[in-house]
């Protein structure tokens, strides 16, 4: 699983701007993307709500305590999924949450 996180402390920077950007290349190249907001101003939840898609979910995590927890969970979920004994799959099929 791939992690990305778009962090920095000055606002109007582009980290949601970049959030959904790169949400959507990852989608259109075949990986699963978990968006994890950790902005209480809702820019992520609020986008996703204007769509018709329901990919990629939007998991709210606004105490920062909660996401190494959020993203050992996400991990799990992606290792119980099962799979075909062959052929292997593809790496892109691995979840690929980006926290912003
Ligand atoms: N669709 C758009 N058209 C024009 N400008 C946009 C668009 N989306 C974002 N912007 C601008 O791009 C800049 C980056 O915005 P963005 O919301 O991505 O930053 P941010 O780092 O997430 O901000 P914040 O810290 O407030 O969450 C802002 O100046 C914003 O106004
Ligand atoms: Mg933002």
């Not at 699983?1 to 075949?30: D, E, Y």
């Not at 902005?39 to 996401?67: C, F, H, K, M």
């Not at 979920?77 to 926290?99: G, L, Q, V, Y």
Request: aromatic share 4%; hydrophobic share 40%.
């Amino acid at each position: 699983m791939l992690t990305l996180v778009l962090a920095t402390q000055k606002g109007g920077s582009g980290k949601s701007t970049l959030a959904i950007g790169l949400a959507l290349v990852a989608m259109q190249a075949g990986h699963t993307v978990r968006l994890i907001e950790t902005d209480s101003q809702g820019t992520l939840s609020n986008w996703q709500a204007r769509r018709s898609a329901a990919e990629p979910i939007v998991e709210p995590v606004y105490n920062g305590r909660e996401i190494e927890q959020r993203l050992l969970s996400l991990e799990r979920r992606r290792s119980s999924t099962p799979r075909a004994a062959s052929p292997p799959p593809p790496p892109r099929r691995f979840a690929m949450p980006i926290c912003a």
